[in-house]
């Protein structure tokens, strides 16, 4: 908390900025809170497209969809959870958690359901932003003003479906619009993909499908998760001393930030050098778990270990000792209404396609469109989406990005992030106030300097740069947008407090 004691609640002349939210996921929840918290404010609105808050938790309903971040580690600093089941919680319970934040906070009363933004237009001569609104229920559009605009989408929202999928007739869907009225049963299966929700999804549907046909471009490297159930002693002793959960938190943290963050390192220091070593051994050990040499050679990945997201399982390797489980590596030539077919493997006939493919991280706003000052954000992002510590723009006052470009994370807890930029925003928000400052617009040099340092730090010091193994983390021109360049310390130390040097800044 950056914020004093006794946080302005408006400006001189007694009026008070008029502050929109876009996305009621995570990172609108924790704006949403900090903003009454700290600075006492309540002139604010959420606009959400889904029915309820919870974002990603409330979208992904696939089979085993959970965190493969520890449960006390994925949670906010300011709302601790003593009563979690285990140690690696499912999508029930973190979106429950998530949802009783919004409902001890009073956060529903902010919040317009239904709701998708549409177009945000910079005003110029009154310093707000123009929203448009469309209500999905009924097609209405409406336009709000706004003095600030907090962009709190989320990158992982809108799926990657390859077009080519379409020819598939038989049921299909994404992962992340799982279809629950179609039952899997005795049904012959194909999941396209190996990411982190398939390693989720496979586990659970093997059972009870026929016949499952996991098509595989790349493996991915997976360790064990070690996850269990809390006993009731040990719920007991965080709720009744909560200094001791607080105490189990930071040792969560201080391991993934000061010793498996040196994994995805390439600096050459003996700890750099031995956390790799360790964490390669632990993926072979866990590779060891696929009793068939074939299928164990077909999901050992030739590349480096960190290169792309390491998967967290203790199901995944388990599943391909069934003998209903196949895995096809070569390339697919052909798909029609019922049958995929590839180079090798020859036709497989399907009754249900699963798409496992990701999503579209380079066009996460669609359908938004943000005009600025002079530009637009779509197309001045279309290459390189240049930030200013993730959050800010050039061309762009008084907007607000959390868990934008270069804000993710390989080896901690997102919520770290989320909650720095937020504490940040906050700050800002409460010295433009202070300062009678109507909007602020990040300087090009200072958004150029920041945003040169995280791509030469990623390139330089990190295995994300390989060229070994293709990965969402980087884009075909080599450059990586979507991940943070050091450990969450460090970007803590970055935006602990606002340079006002880095800013124009237009009077009230």
């Known amino acids: 908390n950056m914020s004093s004691s006794s946080p302005p609640c408006c400006y001189p002349d007694g009026t008070k900025p008029k502050i929109v939210i876009i996305g009621g996921g995570v990172s609108g929840i924790c704006m949403a809170v900090q903003l009454k918290r700290q600075l006492l404010h309540t002139d604010f609105i959420i606009y959400e497209s889904l029915h309820d808050f919870g974002g990603t938790w409330l979208t992904n309903i696939y089979p085993g969809c959970s965190c493969d971040v520890p449960s006390h580690l994925y949670s906010f600093s300011f709302s601790l959870n003593p009563g979690w089941t285990k140690k690696f919680s499912g999508q029930q319970e973190i979106l429950s958690y998530f949802q009783g934040v919004c409902r001890e906070n009073d956060l529903y009363k902010h919040a317009q359901f239904g709701k998708e933004v549409m177009s945000c237009i910079w005003q110029a001569d009154t310093n707000t932003w123009a929203i448009q609104v469309k209500d999905l229920k009924t097609g209405h559009t409406e336009t709000t003003q706004a003095n600030i605009m907090i962009n709190a989408v989320g990158s992982l929202r809108v799926p990657l479906v390859p077009s080519e999928f379409s020819r598939f007739g038989n049921p299909s869907f994404h992962s992340a619009r799982w279809d629950t ?45 070690d ?15 909560p200094f001791l959960m607080r105490i189990y938190r930071w040792l969560l943290f201080i391991k993934a930030d000061q010793v498996i963050w040196q994994g995805f390192l390439r600096t050459g220091t003996v700890l750099n050098r031995l956390v790799c070593a360790i964490l390669k051994y632990m993926c072979v050990i866990e590779l060891k778990k696929v009793k068939d040499p074939v299928k164990r050679h077909q999901l050992t990945p030739t590349y480096e270990v960190g290169c792309k997201r390491v998967s967290v399982t203790d199901k995944y390797y388990h599943a391909y000792n069934r003998p209903n489980v196949h895995v096809i590596t070569d390339k697919i030539k052909e798909i029609d209404h019922d049958s995929i077919t590839t180079s090798t493997s020859g036709q497989v006939k399907l009754d249900v396609l699963v798409l496992a493919t990701g999503f579209r991280v380079s066009d996460y706003l669609t359908p938004m469109r943000i005009q600025g000052v002079s530009k637009d954000l779509h197309d001045h992002w279309a290459q390189e989406p240049h930030t200013y510590l993730g959050m800010v723009t050039h061309g762009f006052p008084n907007m607000f990005t959390i868990y934008g470009p270069n804000s993710n994370l390989a080896h901690n807890s997102v919520i770290f992030m989320i909650e720095c930029q ?87």
């Open 181 to 225: 009225a179609i039952d899997l049963a005795g049904k012959r299966v194909g999941i396209i993909g190996s990411g982190a929700s398939a390693v989720q999804i496979i586990p659970e549907v093997a059972p009870i499908v026929d016949q499952l046909y996991v098509y595989q471009r790349n493996p991915t490297w997976a360790v064990g998760r």
């Open 227 to 241: 996850d269990g159930p809390f006993s009731g002693m040990t719920k007991s002793l965080f709720r009744f001393l």
């Open 422 to 508: 937020v504490n940040y925003v906050v700050s800002l928000v409460q010295q433009m106030m202070e300062r009678n400052v109507a909007s602020v617009d990040v300087k090009p040099e200072a958004e150029e300097k920041a945003y040169k340092e995280v791509q030469d730090t990623l390139k330089n010091n990190t295995v994300w740069a390989s060229d070994t193994c293709g990965s969402w983390y980087k884009t075909k021109e080599g450059q990586i947008h979507a991940l943070w360049s050091s450990n969450c310390v460090d970007y803590w130390r970055a935006t602990r407090r606002v340079e006002w040097s880095h800013y124009f800044l237009s009077s009230k």
